[in-house]
């Protein structure tokens, strides 16, 4: 059933306005109540103005603020005092924060408020790859942070589950590299999270599944014996989830297809050498285009965390490759 509780309780936000500061475009509060009480991306006073790239997964909403910016939610002022190539400071009523971008970074609480930094604009500048020029087009601000309210997880489990099935042994130990926006070789910011998948390579075990009930919208084939599935996401309709590295040959969904939370979509791919799981979250500028999928990008670790874990009272591993490198 559909959440239909008032916005400002749904998602804590209070000040509207203030949501969105990009520096393309000023917006209205037009926010848009989506079913499954989603905040959405509201219309810009400039048509043509794009999406602002920022928008809100589950209980958590993604603000991009400037340097100097305060933002009312949940009844207290957030401020961005500081942005440092990957790292934040940030303020919540007066308590300050040092936090890092998201990799295997968790959120952390500041008087009350569950912050993660989803991106930076330091961070963004390093992508100079002319493959995926736009893997960065939600940040519009200094920085990305996603806020949520301690009270609640960032998204409900009885809506979420882990993309990759846990009935026959998967283990994820976040053991891998490559995850959100990790520079695995000069200019590449990597377009999501891969979760190992090394037992399933060649074999019909793990299989990946939706991880909330969607639509599918498309079904591409990539290098072979590839293919990438787009899931629209059911609770707030223009939100995608990419599952790429699939086995094309053992894909079990067609496009238009609708599925339920937990259904099976495919198996991976891979050889010898590698076989994973690439995930990611698109968050606006409406359906993605294969050749492009990757331009509006949420940083998704800490909810991936949380449905693995069930909570986010865990411990990551240290990261020892894949780091953002600055020239200073
Ligand atoms: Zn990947």
Redesign the pocket.
Known sequence: MFDRDPLVNRSGLSGLKHLWVGRAAVWTAALVWQAGGIVIVGRAETPSSPANGSGSWGNAVYVNLNIGDTLPYLGKSVTLLGVTNNIVTVSVDGKTCTLAVAQLTLPAVINGVRVFVADTRPVAALTTDEEYPLVHAALTGDALLCLSDLARPLLDPDRFTFPISRDDGFCWSMAEN?HMFAYLRPQRS???I?IDLTPARGKEIHALVAIEDGTVRWVEHGQPPEACLLLESESQPGLYYIY?HLNRDKVFVQPGQSVKRGDRLAYTCGDWRWGHL?FSVVGAGGQPEYADRYRYLLNCFPQLAELWHGSLAIETPVRTSGKFRFAN
């Open positions: 490559s990597h377009e999501g891969d790429q690439h």
